[in-house]
């Protein structure tokens, strides 16, 4: 317990991906803790030759990504090890163990200090991903100002339907993101005025459920520009939802949560409704372990083979800032075994305040990454990365100096880009807290942070920045 202890400390050893290998040994280690992304953690001590089977074991998980093992490790000049050593991605951290808690202990001793100077229960989490704010120009007659819209990129163009401005709206429009242009689509024979309704990409299609408009799940094909509505063909199905979230995994779209305008209360359920065969199954009810508590306005996004769920609003108007991962790697393309889903918490304390209305964007199924949002009070222009490789939230905060950021806001969309070889977090629209509904749209361009080893690495040149986002200690509420 005591050396689990110490590595949760070091490097957040509960991290539940299964693709990881971990390897540690007993209390007597060396103290060299080497970390790979995917993050390995591996404590070696020496064992002489007596540990070759298990070297070979753990690099084996390692290479196979097979599901996550505890074993020893040991033989620290076994040539497999020196092989590891070598590896493109691997860091070493020659920090020895520290456990001053601990009076006697034999992990380290409380007289050694890290080399950092700080404890790492103490340091502030520093972010892997650093950004500039840049507002793009748009082109073409463009949309009304608005806020909780639906909105998805398919086929290279950002789509957008209905919403609120003070009236219920019905338009559709498309923004091309390689030339930044709008164009206004057809609405006949679709959902009708809507707001606090979904829009989902699936094979270059769009799909809208929810909101105030029909209680059916609506197709759009960009190719031939028509609308069909597809009926209830079987089984059960959600009563009309509004303020839910939903996501597409596996040729399921995955809608949790939401008010249920039938019942007039908030639910926490998870529905999934099968593309290929038009119809729902319930996948979680309320009752399922470790469940969250009924809310809408919340924040989804799926990274990798997990749907991460952050914040929203109960029934009293309070904001949530609960933060939970559900785990669908078992939710396969057919309808015949569906499988038993199961939540997971995360440790909510040193991540973002409590809101709702905010936006939630996977960034290269490496982070996830928070913005804006309402806390009851105000209106929030804060920005927060999650590493999910570590579990570590971090807050970004935006340099004074900078001539133009974005208005607080909430009620808005975002989504990933990498249009016109940059890569960046784009957000558009949404309202702030005087319920003035916002028109613009903006780009995080990402850069990587100095340090870090990250395929973001390749996004756009700090010479295109406005605004330089720097690290902070996350603010305590």
């Not at 880009?417 to 990402?446: M, Q």
């Not at 700090?462 to 200690?473: I, M, N, S």
Request: proline share 7%; aromatic share 10%.
């Amino acid at each position: 317990r005591q050396l689990l202890h110490s590595l949760s400390q070091l490097v957040l050893l509960s991290t539940p991906c299964k693709r990881n290998a971990i390897a540690f040994c007993s209390p007597s280690c060396e103290g060299r803790v080497f970390l790979m992304q995917p993050p390995v953690v591996v404590v070696v001590r020496r064992l002489g030759s007596t540990a070759h089977q298990q070297a070979q074991l753990a690099l084996s998980h390692l290479h196979t990504r097979g599901p996550t093992p505890f074993v020893n490790f040991g033989c620290q000049n076994h040539p497999a090890l020196h092989a590891w050593r070598s590896h493109p991605h691997r860091t070493l951290l020659r920090r020895p163990f520290s456990n001053s808690s601990s009076s006697g202990s034999s992990i380290g001793s409380s007289r050694r200090r890290w080399s950092s100077g700080r404890s790492p229960s103490r340091s502030p989490a520093r972010p892997s991903l650093r950004g500039s704010w840049l507002r793009c120009k748009l082109s073409g007659p463009s949309p009304s100002p608005r806020c909780t819209h639906g909105a998805a990129v398919c086929r290279n163009g950002l789509y957008v339907f209905g919403g609120f401005n003070g009236t219920l709206l019905g338009d559709f429009w498309c923004l091309d993101l390689a030339t930044l242009e709008w164009k206004q689509l057809a609405v006949q024979g679709g959902p009708g005025p809507s707001k606090e309704h979904t829009m989902c990409t699936h094979h270059d299609c769009l799909y809208v459920y929810g909101g105030y408009t029909r209680h059916v799940v609506w197709q759009y094909d960009p190719h031939s520009q028509a609308w069909a509505e597809i009926p209830l063909t079987s089984g059960r199905s959600p009563h009309s939802l509004a303020g839910h979230s939903a996501n597409v995994y596996n040729g399921w779209m995955v809608v949790c949560f939401g008010y249920d305008k039938y019942s007039e209360a908030l639910t926490n359920q998870v529905w999934g409704f099968h593309i290929r065969t038009q119809c729902w199954h319930l996948l979680l009810d309320g009752t399922a372990p470790k469940a969250p508590s009924p809310r809408y306005h919340h924040s989804t996004a799926i990274c990798g083979e997990f749907l991460y769920v952050h914040g929203g609003s109960d029934d009293r108007h309070q904001p949530a800032r609960d933060f939970y991962r559900l785990h669908l790697r078992d939710l396969r393309d057919d309808v015949s075994r569906l499988p038993t889903l199961q939540w997971e918490v995360l440790a909510a304390r040193s991540g973002p305040p409590g809101r709702w209305g905010h936006t939630l964007t996977a960034v290269q199924a490496q982070h996830l990454v928070l913005f804006g949002g309402d806390n009851g009070k105000t209106s929030r222009s804060d920005m927060w990365v999650f590493d999910v490789a570590t579990d570590h939230w971090a807050c970004l905060s935006a340099n004074t100096a900078s001539k133009e950021l974005p208005a607080a806001r909430e009620g808005h969309c975002a989504f990933y880009s990498e249009h016109n070889a940059r890569a960046a977090v784009c957000v558009y629209a949404g309202r702030t807290k005087t319920v003035c509904t916002l028109p613009d749209f903006w780009e995080w361009h990402i850069a990587v942070q100095p340090g870090h080893d990250s395929a973001t690495a390749r996004a756009v040149s700090p010479a295109t920045a406005r605004v330089l986002v720097q690290e902070q200690t996350a603010p305590t509420e």
